[in-house]
Nanobody, 114 residues
């Protein structure tokens, strides 16, 4: 059974930081490209950051210089370090594993508010 379990979300003040984690099980994690998406209320889900199986990263323009995606294949986990958070970063954040088949996690809420 494949599972992607996100954690690390919460309430943070503007300018603060959070580190999201997505722990995968049931897949050959090192073979998968991993992505973080966010979905704000009333908006479509959009890509935030991605990391290939080879470690190549890519970011949405809105988060470049503030967010960092990384992976630890020994722990079957992908991370999203989120710094200098803004109220507009408020959303549910989902991880996605992509290779021959794709899988979604259940999401974790991030709220940036004073």
């Amino acid at each position: 059974q494949v599972q992607l379990v996100e954690s690390g979300g919460g309430l943070v003040q503007p300018g603060g930081s959070l580190r999201l984690s997505c722990a995968a099980s049931g897949i050959a994690f090192s073979l998968y490209n991993m992505r973080w998406y966010c979905q704000a209320p009333g908006k479509q889900r959009e890509l935030v950051a991605s990391i290939t199986s080879g470690g190549i990263t890519n970011y949405a323009d809105s988060v470049k210089g503030r967010f960092t995606i990384s992976r630890d294949n020994a722990k079957n986990t992908v991370y999203l370090q989120m710094n200098s958070l803004k109220p507009e970063d408020t959303a549910v954040y989902y991880c996605r594993a992509e290779w021959k088949t794709s899988y979604w996690g259940q999401g974790t809420q991030v709220t940036v508010s004073s």
